[in-house]
């Protein structure tokens, strides 16, 4: 049995080799990269070559060369030759690392039919940025179905504002197909037409909202920290920027998952802004435990603080503030609820936000008021920009009046403790 053995070990080699002829293969060996690489090396312009190959069956090589490049189209090019004609089998990778400024590019470049990724161009959109960019940049060809370009950023690099402006400046120069586009806290599978859009709007969308992650796919998953708005809010202005890009995809909102303890909302906060959203319309931000409530005026907050107190628990342990973004000319004044001063609002007691409406009414209808800051026992006014000194006076008159009248601690004139 061992004299068998070792006369099939030895025939193993020649066998192999007879099989690769028959198939067409020329056998390969380390000296063949070899040669492969200092072909590379030869290439102006190109400033690395290094291979890391194994050597799994005798005539067999698998393995990566890495070749080193500046963000040069002519270098790329002649490197690329070389590939094409030289490399000595297709079970040899090669990766390409571009750089230029303080972008880094590393993987695949284009194919020897002329099509696959201009690594140079993607290297220098990045650079354009003017930030540090790492990209690992890979096409994958299934066997059935289309090829995909997946883009990853460098897990080091977490600013997601730099990630939208990164993957909007080098999505033109990606291949035309489907593009995933990855990086900490981003996760975009869209076509490479769509891309830019998606990481444009998301921009928008972060710069009135404290945006922190960003899945899109089949739907659209969206973490926030500080104030959390409503779906129905982030819908809306998405909608305002591209009804097409949206169209039948769900918009789901959360709390950021990596978000500060005191920035999480809390479920009894979502649910009281979804179901206020649902029956009346309401828009609602979330902050930890609070809900913010945009209303259009005064008579809206005394129905939507009426439909709260009708909840069975009424607004369920959450705090409640709300926001009236007034007109700007003293018709409607902006009205606000001081900072820390959400009030929990129980079901089967009065309504603690009545007295907060007369109080602004009060001030409305004396005139020339802009803003109205309500709330822990605190009133405060701001007249309108050029109130004549009458006005002012009677501003002061109302505020001394609501002062006896609800026993406020604390009230001011624009930003003044009001005289006594």
Do not use: H
């Amino acid at each position: 049995m061992t004299r068998n053995t070792t006369r099939t070990l030895l025939a193993a080699p020649l066998l192999l080799a007879v099989v690769l002829a028959a198939a067409g293969c020329v056998p390969q060996s380390r000296e063949s990269v070899d040669e492969f690489v200092t072909a590379l090396r030869a290439v102006p312009g190109v400033v690395s070559a290094e291979a890391r190959v194994s050597q799994p069956l005798p005539g067999v090589i698998n393995g990566t060369v890495t070749v080193a490049i500046p963000a040069d189209p002519i270098v790329l090019a002649d490197a690329q030759k070389v590939v094409c004609a030289e490399r000595p089998a297709s079970s040899v990778e090669v990766d390409y690392v571009v750089s230029e400024g303080a972008a880094t590019v590393s993987g695949d470049g284009p194919t020897c039919a002329g099509e696959g990724i201009n690594i140079v161009d993607v290297t220098r959109a990045a650079a354009a940025v003017g930030f540090p960019a790492t990209l690992e940049i890979k096409r994958s060809y299934p066997a059935e179905g289309e090829g995909r370009t997946t883009v990853r950023r460098s897990s080091a690099e977490k600013n997601l504002a730099e990630a939208l402006t990164l993957g909007e400046a080098i999505a033109p120069t990606l291949p035309d197909m489907g593009i995933s586009y990855r990086s900490p806290a981003l996760d975009v599978d869209a076509p490479r037409a769509d891309l830019a859009g998606y990481l444009g709007d998301m921009r928008v969308l972060g710069e009135s909202y404290q945006l922190a992650s960003v899945t899109i796919g089949s739907g659209v998953r969206l973490g926030f920290e500080g104030i959390i708005p409503s779906s129905a809010a982030v819908s809306t202005l998405l909608d305002g920027l591209s009804p097409e890009r949206y169209a039948g995809l769900e918009i789901i909102v959360t709390a950021a998952e990596n978000g500060s303890a005191d920035a999480q909302a809390t479920a009894p906060a979502l649910a009281l802004r979804d179901e206020l959203a649902a029956s009346l319309g309401a828009t609602g931000d979330v902050r930890g435990n609070d809900v913010v409530f945009t209303v259009t005026d005064i008579d809206a907050l005394q129905e939507l603080t009426d439909e709260i107190l009708a909840r069975e628990g009424g607004s369920g342990g959450s705090g409640v503030t709300f926001y009236i973004p007034g007109s700007g000319d003293g018709v409607i004044p902006e009205m606000r609820v001081a900072p820390g001063r959400s009030l929990v609002l129980e079901a089967g007691l009065p309504n603690a936000f009545t007295a907060l409406a007369e109080q602004y009414r009060a001030l409305r209808d004396a005139g020339a008021v802009a803003t109205v800051e309500v709330g822990g026992g605190r009133l405060g006014a701001w007249t309108l920009d050029g109130a004549d000194p009458g006005q002012v006076a009677r501003v002061a008159a109302v505020l001394a009046e609501l002062q006896a009248r609800f026993g406020l601690s604390e009230v001011n004139l624009n930003n003044r403790p009001l005289a006594g």
